[in-house]
Nanobody
């Protein structure tokens, strides 16, 4: 009854910008931490940024100063603004959220379907 839907990926030149969005829907009681991960071809999935329910944030060192994570609780949506993109940012980006469902006591982890970001000339 819960799903995360991502959008905003695409092809961009080095130095360009993209904004990713991820909206949660379904039988949601509350959403705790949300975040973005990425996975490049033949590499492990890695954490990019997280944001808590109180809006505290953490970033992978290589994206600090370039990426900004934010959330709109009224829309159950998390965003990732990506500026000064580099070829090494190329990956499939996945949103992640810890969500407590209605009628359930414990929170569970959910993943979006992934959106491709390609940075190339």
């Amino acid at each position: 009854q819960v799903q995360l839907v991502e959008s905003g990926g695409g092809l961009v030149q080095p130095g360009g910008s993209l904004r990713l969005s991820c909206a949660a829907s379904g039988s949601i009681f509350s959403i705790n931490d949300m975040g973005w991960y990425r996975q490049a071809p033949e590499k492990q999935r890695e954490l990019v940024a997280t944001i808590s329910s109180g809006d505290s944030t953490n970033y992978k060192d290589s994206v600090k100063g370039r990426f900004t994570i934010s959330r709109d609780n009224a829309k159950n949506t998390v965003y990732l603004q990506m500026n000064s993109l580099k070829p090494e940012d190329t990956a499939v980006y996945y949103c992640n959220a810890h969500i407590r469902r209605k009628l359930y006591l414990a929170a569970s982890e959910y993943w979006g379907q992934g959106t491709q970001v390609t940075v190339s000339s």
